[in-house]
């Protein structure tokens, strides 16, 4: 990996340095190797860097620009990240043990988000309102100032582009808070934006921990707006913060998503989704189909096939193009996956198939662990209802609709869904009693820049992508414009009684 993209500097309101916070160790999961150390940042960066972003919108008179010259800047920001998506992808392999070719495809999205959004602002309209009275009236839009993106580990360059594209777009400045324990691309991302032309001082990134960075960035009394994407505590305790300031968050949150399996479905075309609705991203995706619910009469064929299919899948290095499985993030995030199944089995769930940490001993110093498939449980058992964040699915069975509807309901989540049917009429019902952001028929995990994503009850706040997405990041004001030339009756008497005199 080229040194200069390893560099020991944050970015902190236009300039590059080292932070003034604690060292960083960054570990490859696939080898559990430290390839690079950075230092984090700190309350003062968030301080330094929410005031220079407020100095660099009005300096730079970016919030003032027509939005097709805002347009010009982000679409150059996203040809760039598609010029450099091979060492995009590499450093994020190499960061969070991610199978190379989902890291490129990643990195291209991010592009694609970028030029999406471009296009999205220049045609993004504001509106004349239908008119009750004698004033012109109007509903326009305007940028908040500074806002905060906190991004994940689990795919840092698309969801760094999904906040800081419509954040800039909308005319603010952005202060970003990457992951611990995956940095390195957010802060490419930065260098790649400021060659494009982004005006010095709209963006900082700054690496550090959520207790403090984090903390600091929410609570900060010039930050107008965060989104947040992570963990659902941290997001409940996030929004507590920003409630006190009364100020606007989105949160996507967990997820125990349900795939649902009818006795109609195409059991080829199931067997393939749920095993990628599962265990691609290692099952370290918050859409993850977590929850496998089939119909009792495709039962037993569908278990039969569906473990010895996940048997087959390769588990190795993200570097393999061969690869299926990658290592999970860190070993210790691996090792409480492996706690959860372990306390799952120990309380009467039986495996059928993995449950272990692969035996190759070529992986043996990685933070691997076998896609797992865990059946005899109830939709009520914890193992059913708590988000794992890893390669691990429960097996349910239902009777009907109703009974499928019921139960795949009965969680604290409303993040995702799968539907597998040949049956179109009953896809559109159940997807439509479903409690859920998005739901796939006949196909899962398919992410599309330009369509609205959401999650419902303790799956999040807000809304990104789309044209939404922008504009969840301005403030909308209306204007009325008298076109009467005329007082206000109110006190007309008295106001042409006071020019008389």
Known sequence: ???????????????????????????????????????????????EAVTAGLRAVSASGWAEKLPHERALVLRRIGDAIDEHSAEIGALQTMDTGKTLSETTALARSAAGTFRYVAAALETLEEAITPRRGSALTLSTWEPMGVVGAITPWNSPIASDAQKIAPALAAGNAVVAKPPVWAPWV??????????????????????????????????????????????????????????????????????????IVFEDADLTQAVAGLLYGIFSSSGQSCIAGSRIFVQRGVEEELVRRLAEATAQLTVGPGSDPRTQVAPLITHSHRDRVAEMVQRAVDDGARLLVGGAPPSDPELAAGAYYLPTILTDVKNSDWICQEEIFGPVA?????????????????????????????????????????????????????????????????????????????????????????????????AADQARASDAG
């Open 186 to 259: 957010t802060l490419q991302l930065a260098r790649i934006a400021e060659t494009a032309g982004l005006p010095t001082g709209l963006l900082s990134v700054l690496p550090g921990p959520g207790r403090t960075v984090g903390e600091a960035l929410v609570a900060h009394p010039q930050i107008s707006k965060v989104s947040f994407t992570g963990g659902t505590d941290t997001g409940r305790h996030l929004a507590g913060v920003a409630a006190q300031k009364l100020m606007p968050v989105t949160l996507e949150l967990g997820g125990k998503s349900p795939t």
């Open 394 to 490: 429960v097996l349910l069975t239902f009777d009907d609709e109703e009974d499928l509807v019921r139960q795949a309901n009965d969680t604290i989540f409303g993040l995702a869904s799968g539907i597998w049917t040949s049956d179109y009429r009953r896809a559109w019902r159940i997807a439509r009693r479903i409690q859920a952001g998005t739901v796939f028929v006949n196909t899962y995990k398919q992410f599309s820049i330009s369509t609205p994503f959401s999650g419902r009850h303790a799956s999040g706040l807000g809304v990104e992508k789309g044209r939404e997405g922008i504009r969840s990041y301005m403030h909308q004001k209306s204007i009325f414009i008298d076109t009467s030339g005329e007082p206000l009756p109110w």
């Open 1 to 47: 990996m080229a040194a200069e993209l390893l560099r020991d500097e944050i970015l902190v309101g236009g300039h590059w340095r080292r932070g003034t916070g604690p060292v960083i160790e960054s570990v490859n999961p696939a080898t559990g190797s430290v390839f690079a150390t950075l230092t984090a940042a700190t309350p003062e960066d968030v301080d």
